[in-house]
């Protein structure tokens, strides 16, 4: 269907395949570039940025930047900020492993040396600050962030349609996601704190 531009049935295919856990990077380049040529600039910049996920390919980074500025899009920033927290992610668990071995490492000579003060100490002092480490990987995910992929959006202060507006958004924004209430998003968006429906954005 894709080969023959029988887009909008072949894009129902692949999203039920990717909603279902299963992709490829060939697969979202073909989101990507369905929902480009639909119009549907926030889609296909998340897309774009799930490839980038996996294969780390900076020429996709490098077209993002260019779209990001012509589509006069918010909050994308594809700098050094952005890589390290996708960095952070990658390498937590790697990170939670490596520091769980100095601990036990740690205690376990301080255990072997129990009889010497001195030992123990300096082991404690080894065990003690990864231990601090550790609990600040277990206690942060990285950022929660998404992509306002319905336009126009409507930001209200409240999670209710009835609330009061704060903002409106007309172009893909990437903003903050701080907690989920219901059908609703609660996020900070430009330092602003609102509220969205939840089926208007895409979680990363």
């Known amino acids: ?34 929902e480009e040529g639909m ?10 940025e799930n490839y980038y996920q996996i294969t780390k390919d900076e020429k996709v980074i490098d077209y993002l930047k260019k ?3 012509n589509k006069n ?3 994308f920033d594809y700098g050094l900020t952005y890589k390290a927290d996708l960095f952070y992610k990658d390498w937590k668990i790697h990170f939670q492993s490596f520091f769980s071995i100095i601990i036990i490492f740690g205690l376990g000579m301080m255990i072997k040396n129990r009889d010497s003060t ?21 206690n942060y995910e990285g950022k929660s962030e998404a992509i306002i992929t319905e336009t126009p959006s409507y930001l209200l202060e409240g999670p209710s349609s ?15 996601v701080n907690q989920e209430v219901d059908v609703w998003s609660k996020i900070t968006f430009e330092n602003k704190k609102a509220y969205i429906k939840t089926s208007q954005i895409k979680k990363l």
């Not at 119009?39 to 774009?48: E, W």
């Not at 001195?118 to 277990?138: D, E, I, M, T």
């Not at 609330?163 to 990437?174: E, I, W």
């Open 1 to 34: 269907m894709y080969e023959k531009k029988q887009y909008i049935s072949a894009i129902k295919i692949y999203e039920k395949i990717y909603n279902a856990g299963n992709t490829s990077p060939a697969m979202l380049l073909k989101l990507a570039r369905i």
């Open 39 to 48: 119009g549907n600039d926030g889609k296909s910049i998340y897309y774009l």
């Open 67 to 69: 779209t990001s500025e």
């Open 73 to 75: 899009t918010v909050g």
């Open 118 to 138: 001195h030992k123990k100490r300096n082991y404690f002092v080894l065990a003690s600050l990864p231990l601090l480490v550790l609990g600040f990987l277990n």
């Open 162 to 176: 009835g609330a009061n507006l704060v903002d409106k958004v007309t172009v893909p924004a990437k903003i903050q």
